[in-house]
């Protein structure tokens, strides 16, 4: 136990940074038309990928997300000694179906649509903490099982309000090791439920802003840094809306994100042609947008040093029936090339 | 990063193994009515413990089982460096709204019934890799809001066959230290998923045996001990059924469970007087015998060192009714007075 690691309440700093060695983004149509779509490994054009439901669908994501991202960092699933992984499918099924044949020792996670930063973190202290060598961090969503799950049958055509976002399609996984060559987790910050009291399934961004806000703020604190430390911040699913929330509110604690700061839900789609309203969401906003674009671009040394918030609705139809809230949750991974 | 810390594929041996300093269970009715019912903290007679649903209620047993836990170990909730938690209800509601309030850095976890173990193995690595000075490790299942989601209306009153087992009602929350007195948590085997096939939810036990059986048989290998090493191994929740598959899975290996081998399904319980067919099941199962009962038997060193292997099944009912079977999975720590 070295209690040195742990700087202020929320952040620890990793003293052997993991390496990102690859990822893979494996994503459905309409994002394979958006504007991110010559980043991803796969596009699937068929919504049932062969496969006789939506959610046998989602598993087949997830599984050609870690093959590929396995294969692309030249290892086979058995050099793998975690895979942290989860989905929004009740029980995470998506994930359980999905990674099933893989064999590997499995961390089930469940973060919501944060998830892709909540498996990163921990995979981070798995490895730098000398309990792996090489850990996988996985992540899926699918917009018809997300549809039919938590608001409407798809065949209803329900109408999707402006504050309404689009769940996306697809998995991304990420390989993380304590060797080899790649952009490093140097940081995590890990958040707290927050909850405001938004009760309207349809404006998630909303529910999870506070919460966005909260993790950045105790980043920012914990380690001393200010948004102008990063290339670039990025937030999970917010939309149009939260990324304004989480805009006002940092203003109010005196840190300007008017310049290098982005949501993987504005990114991920064209909210003017792409009819997705306020902008994407789903566990795979965050995934595809990092594992496919980002990663890309500190490949490239486009990027140096980003912090990736993703943030999660703990949102549930019978919580939601009953009357409650949706508590949000957000976690931010600092990556460097540094 | 030292990689000496991994001893063969599954397992970590823990180089400044966290303590546990304090438990809380938190039990339902029929819970308190069993053999263990003197080793519980509260026992709640009323199903819906005062609020609108069984949902909510399952929250107030995990936020109670929390508190309870942390006021034993003589700290507050801002001591709490992570909370690793979950439960069964769709999107972990139960621990989202249960730790709504606690305002402790979350790391969600799913493990179904595994996730007793499955918390504690993540919480264990946080404080032994210095990442945090205190961990809670928590999780929670309620009889009414599980049969609700997993099988039937409880109106309905559908017949029970004899494999069928107990979800069991409450919660169990475990405080790890970096310092301060208690058992030892040494070493953890973490489970890969394995599906045999099993398609009925009314058998859970058969559907996680051979995961529980591959988890104590890479256990054993990698860490080189022999059942006789412990004074107690305890499965989670596979009752009549599954404990007798995991014996003779065992006993073909070269390993003999009959001395010191139960199941927690079948020590929460008395299944000849409480109508609970095979045994108790449920994320509370194991965190009620633990947490209550295993836990104290420790503290009063009637047992120097067991390896709580608690089992999941990770099921979900549309995967069943799309005619998938059920993925199990099982998490083994060892915890020590050494």
Same mark, same amino acid.
């Given at each position: 136990?070295?209690?040195?690691? =742990?700087?202020?309440?929320? !952040? ?12 893979? #983004? ?5 994002? %394979?038309?958006?504007?991110?779509? #010559? ?9 049932? $990928?062969?496969?006789?439901? $939506? ?52 961390? %089930? ?13 921990? #995979? ?8 792996? @060598? ?5 992540? /899926?969503?699918?917009? &018809? /099982?997300?549809? =039919? ?16 976002? $689009? ?5 991304? &996984?990420? +390989?993380? /090791? ?13 958040? =707290? ?11 998630? *961004? ?15 604190? @914990? ?9 670039? +911040?990025?937030?999970?699913?917010? %939309? =149009?809306?939260?990324? /304004? ?17 982005? @949501?993987? *839900? ?44 993703? !943030?999660?609705?703990?949102?549930? !139809? !019978? ?15 600092? +990556?460097?090339?540094?």
């Amino acid at each position: 136990m070295s209690s040195t690691k =742990k700087k202020g309440k929320q !952040t620890v700093f990793f003293s052997s940074p993991p390496s990102i060695i690859g990822t893979a #983004a494996v994503a459905g149509a309409k994002e %394979g038309e958006g504007p991110l779509g #010559a980043y991803f490994d796969t596009i699937v054009k068929d919504s049932m $990928w062969g496969e006789e439901s $939506w959610e046998k669908a989602e598993s087949k994501f997830m599984e050609q997300a870690v093959r590929t991202a396995l294969s692309k960092s030249k290892i086979t699933p058995s050099d793998v000694d975690y895979i942290c992984a989860g989905d929004l499918l009740n029980q995470c099924s998506g994930t359980n179906y999905g990674i099933r044949s893989l064999e590997i020792p499995f961390l %089930g996670m469940y973060g919501a649509c944060s998830t892709m930063a909540l498996s990163l973190s921990v #995979a981070a202290m798995c490895v730098d903490g000398g309990y792996a @060598d090489v850990c996988a961090a996985a992540c /899926s969503s699918h917009f &018809c /099982s997300a549809e =039919k799950q938590f608001r409407f049958p798809l065949e209803y055509g329900g109408q999707r309000p402006p504050s309404a976002q $689009w769940t996306a399609t697809g998995s991304g &996984c990420a +390989i993380l /090791s304590a060797a080899g060559e790649g952009p490093k987790i140097d940081c995590i910050t890990t958040g =707290k439920i927050i909850d405001k009291g938004i009760t309207d399934a349809n404006n998630m *961004g909303a529910a999870m802003a506070p919460a966005a806000a909260d993790t950045l703020l105790a980043h920012f604190q @914990d380690t001393g840094r200010t948004p102008s430390d990063y290339d670039l +911040i990025v937030t999970g699913d917010l %939309g =149009k809306i939260g990324k /304004s929330i989480v805009v006002d509110m940092l203003k109010e604690e005196g840190f300007d994100l008017s310049e290098n700061y982005n @949501d993987c *839900g504005l990114l991920l789609f064209d909210c003017d042609t792409q009819d997705v309203h306020s902008g994407g969401s789903g566990c795979a906003c965050a995934a595809l947008v990092f594992c496919g674009y980002l990663y890309r671009l500190m490949q490239e040394k486009q990027l140096n040093r980003i912090l990736l918030a993703a !943030t999660g609705a703990l949102m549930s !139809t !019978t919580a939601v029936q009953q009357g409650e809230s949706i508590p949000g949750i957000s976690h931010a991974v600092s +990556i460097t090339l540094k």
